[in-house]
């Protein structure tokens, strides 16, 4: 089992991780294998998968879509 190169803990290997891509105000969710510390939450991507995100960003800046679904609720003006 591998360690985690931030603070030592052993890593879970090959899950499968949902990251959140945002534009503005669109979000992309994207699922990438990733080794995952069972301590700090550290994740380290497997290879190719840092291009999956940079490849969803880009299609969010294109309006390129997928199935819709939620909302987003804007919060930050609440007192
Ligand atoms: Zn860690």
Redesign the pocket.
């Known amino acids: 089992m591998s360690v ?1 190169p ?2 030592r ?1 052993s890593l879970a290997d090959d899950r499968d991780v949902e990251r959140l891509v945002r534009q503005g105000n669109d979000v992309a969710i994207v699922t990438v294998r990733a080794d995952v ?1 069972t ?4 994740l380290l991507l497997h290879p190719g998968m840092a291009d999956r995100l940079v490849l969803a960003a880009r299609e969010l800046r294109e309006d390129k879509t997928a199935p819709v679904l939620g909302r987003v609720f804007d919060f930050r003006s609440e007192a």
């Open positions: 985690c931030r603070c803990g510390c301590q700090c939450g550290e």
